[in-house]
């Protein structure tokens, strides 16, 4: 899967923008702990682009990065939880699941919702 970094608050304004035309993912990982690290895991094993459609997937390392978490969580009015994943459609957090709630059959259905 090809992920996106998400590095700076820049590109923020940019899934915002790029949220109008198509869904955008935002993967928040915390490289230190391991439910997080299995539940990416679960995520790219089971990930096909093709029943995704245009989805734009990123991926945030908030250790490195933990001020942009924050402010994702703000921007969309989401609570920080770690590992987290938010669906971004016309601007707005559509949906958030975390930890073990992240799945990829629950996206592909929240992406398909979108498209209906």
């Not at 679960?42 to 990065?65: A, C, M, N, V």
């Not at 699941?97 to 992240?102: E, G, K, T, Y």
């Amino acid at each position: 899967m090809n992920w996106t970094p998400l590095e700076n608050e820049a590109q923020l304004e940019k899934i915002r923008q790029e949220s109008e035309t198509h869904p955008v993912l935002l993967f928040k990982h915390s490289t230190r702990c391991s439910i997080s690290s299995a539940a990416l895991a679960r995520l790219e094993r089971k990930w096909d682009q093709s029943r995704l459609g245009t989805l734009k997937p990123y991926y945030l390392d908030l250790i490195t990065f933990r001020s942009l978490s924050g402010r994702i969580a703000g921007d969309f009015s989401v609570q920080h939880q770690s590992p987290q994943v938010l669906l971004i459609s016309r601007g707005k957090c559509v949906y958030h699941a975390s930890h073990f709630d992240i799945g990829f059959e629950d996206l592909q259905q929240q992406v398909s919702s979108l498209e209906s």
